[in-house]
């Protein structure tokens, strides 16, 4: 089972470099330390940027801050039963 909390952590973290606000996805790319093969994983959860952008609805941006931007991302990957 994944731990959400570090989840978010490690999206934070791979995210807050980016330059807010963002106003898409490709927004966020230079700031990613693999870019979109950056891997985001905990317990039997692993997802790379890449997918996390096909995998969830994209958000609702513009975003001004990671943490509402990842907030969005979590509880999307919920809904969609991937956590």
């Known amino acids: 089972m994944a731990d959400?909390?570090?989840?978010?952590d490690q999206m934070i973290d791979a995210f807050e470099g980016a330059d807010y606000?963002?106003?898409?996805?490709?927004?966020?790319?230079?700031?990613?330390?693999?870019?979109?093969?950056?891997k985001f994983e905990?317990?039997?959860f692993s997802m790379t940027a890449m997918e996390l952008n096909t995998k969830t609805s994209g958000g609702d941006f513009p975003y001004e801050d990671p943490e509402t931007f990842?907030?969005?991302?979590?509880e999307d990957l919920k809904e969609q039963g991937e956590l």
């Open 70 to 74: 990842v907030d969005d991302v979590i």
């Open 21 to 38: 606000p963002i106003s898409s996805p490709m927004d966020l790319v230079p700031a990613l330390p693999n870019g979109p093969g950056t």
């Open 42 to 44: 905990s317990g039997d």
């Open 4 to 8: 959400e909390s570090e989840l978010r």
